[in-house]
């Protein structure tokens, strides 16, 4: 065109200008985020706040104090009189679940660690806890089968087990579970492996299919908050 080949000299070449970008937002990355909001926690025991200090180094697995701060604010929500905790550790995350509890409130704890239930007992004698807590050892499915809840008794069931079991564990509690009430289920996003297709193992197809299978039963209502490693709240609607 003519505005293209004025003194025939075809197009002229123009400096690029480079634009000032504002510079980035540090609160974008999850890390940055999660610190932050780790700042605001208000601990209902500043024990709690050490407990998790003295596991990181030693490389101890618990909830983080963000999850832990979920466990609670969803444990005051409930108001449980029956709460069962499938892999409980030394403890941790039961203490921020029995802070939360009423007088009147029983915890059951199963852990497969004969020294990981001396270590939690000994925690919650110190922490002089309200609720009633037993702890018991041995395979999760088989000492929940074992303890005989009744049907529709539980209020608040929390999984922290082995992740490959936990959509046969999302099956044997939900009978058990009252209507209205909640499973809470950690680390179901496993470092954000779940969304990665490349990414293939026993445990990332487990939680892949629990994960569909919650947010596609007509009979839960289920979210999943991006704390920690990933938490599932699933409650039972009938």
Same mark, same amino acid.
Not at 7 to 35: A, D, I, Q
Not at 150 to 175: R, T
């Given at each position: 065109?003519?505005?293209?080949?004025?003194?025939?000299?075809?197009?002229? $070449?123009?400096?690029?200008? &480079?634009?000032?970008?504002?510079?980035?937002?540090?609160?974008? $990355?999850?890390?940055?985020?999660?610190?932050?909001?780790?700042?605001?926690?208000?601990?209902?025991?500043?024990?709690?706040?050490?407990?998790?200090?003295?596991?990181?180094?030693?490389?101890?697995?618990?909830?983080?104090?963000?999850?832990?701060?979920?466990?609670?604010?969803?444990? %005051?929500?409930?108001?449980? %009189?029956?709460?069962?905790?499938?892999?409980?550790?030394?403890?941790? $995350?039961?203490?921020?679940?029995?802070?939360?509890?009423?007088?009147?409130?029983?915890?059951?704890?199963?852990?497969?660690?004969?020294?990981?239930?001396?270590?939690?007992?000994?925690?919650?004698?110190?922490?002089?806890? %309200?609720?009633?807590?037993?702890?018991?050892?041995?395979?999760?499915?088989?000492?929940?089968?074992? &303890?005989?809840?009744?049907?529709?008794?539980?209020?608040?069931?929390?999984?922290?087990?082995?992740?490959?079991?936990?959509?046969?564990?999302?099956?044997?509690?939900?009978?058990?579970?009252?209507?209205?009430?909640?499973?809470?289920?950690?680390?179901?996003?496993?470092?954000?492996?779940?969304?990665?297709?490349?990414?293939?193992?026993?445990? &990332?197809?487990?939680?892949?299919?629990?994960?569909?299978?919650?947010?596609?039963?007509?009979?839960?209502?289920?979210?999943?908050?991006?704390?920690?490693?990933?938490?599932?709240?699933?409650?039972?609607?009938?």
């Amino acid at each position: 065109t003519p505005a293209c080949q004025a003194g025939g000299r075809g197009f002229k $070449s123009r400096p690029l200008r &480079l634009l000032s970008l504002p510079p980035p937002n540090p609160y974008r $990355s999850m890390v940055n985020l999660t610190s932050f909001l780790r700042s605001l926690i208000s601990y209902p025991d500043e024990r709690l706040k050490e407990l998790y200090l003295l596991a990181q180094r030693e490389k101890f697995p618990v909830v983080e104090p963000e999850v832990g701060n979920l466990l609670y604010f969803f444990t %005051k929500l409930v108001k449980p %009189k029956l709460v069962v905790e499938f892999g409980s550790g030394f403890g941790y $995350s039961t203490l921020w679940i029995a802070l939360a509890c009423e007088n009147d409130c029983t915890i059951h704890c199963i852990d497969y660690q004969e020294k990981n239930r001396q270590r939690a007992l000994k925690l919650f004698s110190e922490f002089g806890l %309200k609720p009633k807590i037993f702890y018991h050892v041995g395979e999760a499915l088989t000492v929940f089968n074992d &303890l005989g809840f009744k049907d529709e008794s539980l209020d608040l069931v929390v999984f922290d087990h082995e992740k490959q079991n936990y959509s046969e564990s999302l099956e044997l509690v939900l009978p058990k579970l009252r209507r209205g009430g909640l499973i809470i289920a950690d680390d179901v996003l496993w470092k954000g492996k779940v969304s990665s297709q490349g990414e293939k193992s026993i445990r &990332l197809n487990a939680l892949r299919f629990f994960l569909k299978e919650i947010f596609q039963r007509k009979d839960l209502s289920s979210f999943v908050c991006p704390l920690g490693d990933g938490v599932a709240v699933i409650q039972k609607l009938f």
